[in-house]
């Protein structure tokens, strides 16, 4: 597996010519609309015509201070589950 982050027209092009992607990072921090930043992974499964086994990808995010609410003693603040 491959990964890179950066401007999504880059790393489309990227995969597209090489098949894979750089395993590198965008460091230029920037606004979402601002060359929209994305991050990329690409597998290698092989040749159409090969039995390909399932492949499951998973994307989390743990933030804290997650969940809020108003409870009897006022704002409970928890972090994700």
């Not at 992607?21 to 920037?30: A, V």
């Not at 743990?62 to 006022?74: D, M, S, T």
Request: charged content about 15%.
């Amino acid at each position: 597996m491959t990964r890179q982050s950066g401007i999504d027209a880059i790393l489309r092009t990227v995969f597209v010519i090489d098949g894979k992607l750089h395993n590198s990072e965008d460091t230029h921090f920037r606004a979402i609309n601002d060359a929209f930043p994305v991050f990329g992974f690409a597998l290698d499964l092989g040749s159409v015509n090969d039995p390909t086994p399932p492949t499951l990808f998973m994307i989390g995010l743990c933030q804290n201070e997650a969940i809020q609410f108003l409870g009897g003693n006022g704002v409970t603040v928890l972090p994700s589950l």
